[in-house]
């Protein structure tokens, strides 16, 4: 299973857009580890698209991570940076007078990383913007964790898929693996886009996800072979 050379354990997933299946796979692979008995925690750094509830700012999401483990962690672990509106979490926290901070982000997670296999799911794509100058791409970096890409199989994948996979090399982080999001069950050309991602894409595939009325993570899991 991925490490990195700091004695960090785990993965950071992102997504060749948003709503591409980042929770789908987060929570899969998490029941595929508790499975095979590797000590597991889950973190969503930043979440826009909260609810407000009587304890604070919920995201959906990061409620799916957080009920896959007994006992759950607390909330704050989990979804550190919860934003309320549903649109880029630079823009959402510029309307909310407030920033992003990163930097706080990294050191949870790399604390989180250095006791057990930590499952982070980045916000969106692997460009979106987290403030001025950063972004997550900026986050990953800083966390320093192997990188695992969620496609979103549909017309336009294989040049978001390249892109994404290039520029995640670009950045100096390795590519552990990518995943086939199947997002429409009626696509014709659906095994020929995967076949193609398979031939281009420089890192082994790590699951093929097929559309699920109901994505339980324990269904999920059954679709996924852990990252090395």
Known sequence: MSAHRDGLSGVFIT?????VGKTVYAGGLIRLLQRSGVPVAAMKPVAAGCRRTAAGLRNDDAEQLQALFDPAPPYA????CALEAAAAPHLVAAEEGRSIDVAGL???ARALAQERFTVVEGAG???VPLGPTQDVAGLARQIGLPVVLVVGVRLGCLNHALLSAEAIRADGLTLAGWVASELEAD??????????LDARLPAPRL??????????PQRVADHLVLPR
């Open 207 to 216: 699951g093929r996800i097929p559309p699920l009325a109901t994505p339980d």
């Open 106 to 108: 990294v050191a949870a």
């Open 125 to 127: 794509g692997w460009r």
């Open 15 to 19: 997504g060749t857009d948003t709503g």
């Open 187 to 196: 696509d014709p050309r659906r095994e020929a886009q995967i076949a193609s």
């Open 77 to 80: 672990t989990v979804n550190p």
